[in-house]
């Protein structure tokens, strides 16, 4: 059972850049059979994906966000991370990083079968 | 984008009766090679993550009750809790995966117990 967990700040000022990292444990993020995704809840409301990478190093992102967002590999320690710039109170949200599993022979992105608890980020002065 | 659409937004039901959620994408989601239905229903219980319940639109994962059934193909989808319990009080959302890469989520609907 591979087990997903956010960390990073909870508070982030206006303008500024958001930077979270997600350890995964009970898997292994260079076996070629998940994408590793962001997806964040704002406040009250519905899901919204960020952007996925697989572990080639390929990404891909929500079009409205791709040119703020980063998302990288570090392999070594069984970890991705989410960079997010430019920040705006728009970006509250819950921030959660999500296995999703190859769902057929195209390549193509499964349902999100493994989710971290969420970390609550914050833009405000 | 294909948009997700449930409805309705919020229902409330007594203790064994049916609760049955819709959701409808804007376009098929139906992939013609393998005959399969791109659509997951997630359960979110407050202050936890998701919970995948359902995947190839009928699919249930493992552990998931039997009283939980997703039906329908295409365009339209139903997700039915045929004898609502009081654990089962929750939002639950449907998500697209067929645009792949991008992926969308419903706008949710929040099941309450009558």
């Known amino acids: 059972q591979v087990h997903l967990q956010e960390s990073g700040p909870g508070l982030v000022k206006p303008s500024q850049t958001l930077s979270l990292t997600c350890t995964v444990s009970g898997g292994s993020i260079n076996s070629g059979d998940s994408y590793w995704s962001w997806i964040r809840q704002l406040p009250g409301k519905g899901l919204e994906w960020i952007g996925y990478?697989?572990?080639?190093?390929?990404?891909y992102y929500k079009p409205s966000l791709t040119s703020r967002v980063t998302i990288s590999l570090d392999t070594s320690k069984n970890q991705f991370s989410l960079r997010l710039t430019s920040l705006t109170a728009a970006d509250t949200a819950v921030y959660y990083c999500?296995?999703?599993?190859?769902?057929?022979?195209?390549?193509?992105?499964?349902?999100?079968?493994?989710w971290g608890q969420g970390t609550l980020v914050t833009v405000s002065s | 984008d294909i948009v997700m659409t449930q409805s309705p937004d919020s229902l409330a039901v007594s203790l064994g009766e049916r609760a049955t959620i819709n959701c409808k994408s804007s376009q098929t989601l139906l992939y013609f090679s393998n005959n399969k239905n791109y659509l997951a229903w997630y359960q979110q219980k407050p202050g936890q993550p998701p919970k995948l319940l359902i995947s190839w639109a009928s699919t249930r994962e493992s552990g998931v009750p039997d009283r939980f059934r997703g039906s329908g193909s295409g365009t339209d989808f139903t997700l039915t809790i045929t004898s609502l319990q009081a654990e089962d009080v929750a939002v639950y959302y449907c998500?697209?995966?067929?645009?792949?890469?991008?992926?969308?989520f419903g706008g949710g609907t929040k099941v309450e117990i009558k």
């Open positions: 990478i697989y572990r080639s190093g390929t990404t």
């Open positions: 998500q697209q995966y067929y645009s792949t890469p991008s992926l969308t």
């Open positions: 999500a296995r999703v599993p190859l769902s057929d022979s195209r390549g193509a992105a499964g349902p999100v079968d493994s």
